[in-house]
């Protein structure tokens, strides 16, 4: 089984490089499920109703989030109603929608997918790795195949949940820093592992901040209203290769593509 996991897609050029270039990438690489973090999707700060449909509409099957989860009130209670999207997991309880979702992939094959939220430099949530001992046994009573997409800011908790994880999912999958790293690997214990996917928009930016912006910021300290840039898109991914059986990861490969 392969599963493709899309990293941060940031407004509309992100949406546009996912419809434009994600059926070519099922054909090439035989995709079996399409994962995508959509926190980003409305203009870089969170998503709407009418944004996550476009997104099913282009072919994702599941959209997970982060941060930016509640940044669009008319998105809480489409969390109701729409078992496809899921926020992270280590909301309090009583938060609106879920953590994790079991989606059926065949008639044989679920694969769970669990969003967590790292605590460092972000929000002073309930404690990630706490959290995934729980939810964790949980999915393992319905698949063995379990995705995470842990959206964290720092390198060192990102590497740490991997290390925590491994042999206990088939993936931890770093998002929300928009950067690709180059670490992806299979952990000793079979787990696949990078800690950043990377971001989906336009590539001559900051994060998809249009670049002046953000250097006027850092120049002068005083406050700016963010604006997505435009021109070459790109898509940034990861392509895992799954046993279903058993639920280990026996291949992941980074994905780079580019849209003018």
Not at 70 to 93: H, M, Q, S
Not at 132 to 153: G, K, M, R, W, Y
Request: hydrophobic share 40%; net charge negative.
């Amino acid at each position: 089984m392969n599963i493709i996991i899309i990293g941060d897609i940031v407004g509309r050029p992100g949406r546009r490089v996912v419809k434009e270039l994600l059926p070519n990438l099922v054909r090439e690489f035989q995709i079996d499920l399409v994962i995508a973090n959509g926190e980003n999707a409305a203009g870089g700060n969170g998503i709407t109703p009418d944004m996550a449909e476009e997104l099913y509409d282009s072919g994702v099957d599941i959209l997970t989030m982060g941060n930016h989860v509640w940044d669009k009130k008319e998105i809480i209670p489409y969390f109701e109603v729409e078992k496809r999207i899921i926020r992270p997991a280590n909301y309090p309880p009583g938060t609106p929608g879920k953590g994790y979702l079991i989606f059926s992939v065949t008639r044989n094959v679920k694969v769970g997918v669990l969003n967590l939220s790292g605590r460092v430099f972000l929000g002073n949530l309930d404690c990630p790795f706490r959290s995934a001992d729980v939810l964790i046994e949980e999915i393992s009573q319905q698949t063995p195949v379990i995705i995470v997409d842990f959206h964290a800011e720092a390198t060192s908790e990102k590497q740490a949940m991997g290390w925590y994880l491994d042999g206990r999912t088939t993936a931890v999958l770093g998002t929300h820093t928009h950067i690709q790293t180059a670490d992806e690997r299979l952990l000793p214990n079979g787990t696949a592992y990078i800690t950043d996917i990377g971001m989906s928009g336009p590539r001559d930016s900051v994060l998809g901040v249009k670049t002046e912006i953000i250097l006027k910021k850092f120049i002068t300290q005083m406050p700016a209203r963010f604006e997505i840039a435009d021109g070459v898109a790109q898509l940034n991914a990861v392509v895992l290769g799954v046993n279903p059986a058993n639920g280990k990861a026996h291949s992941i490969r980074r994905v780079q593509r580019y849209l003018e």
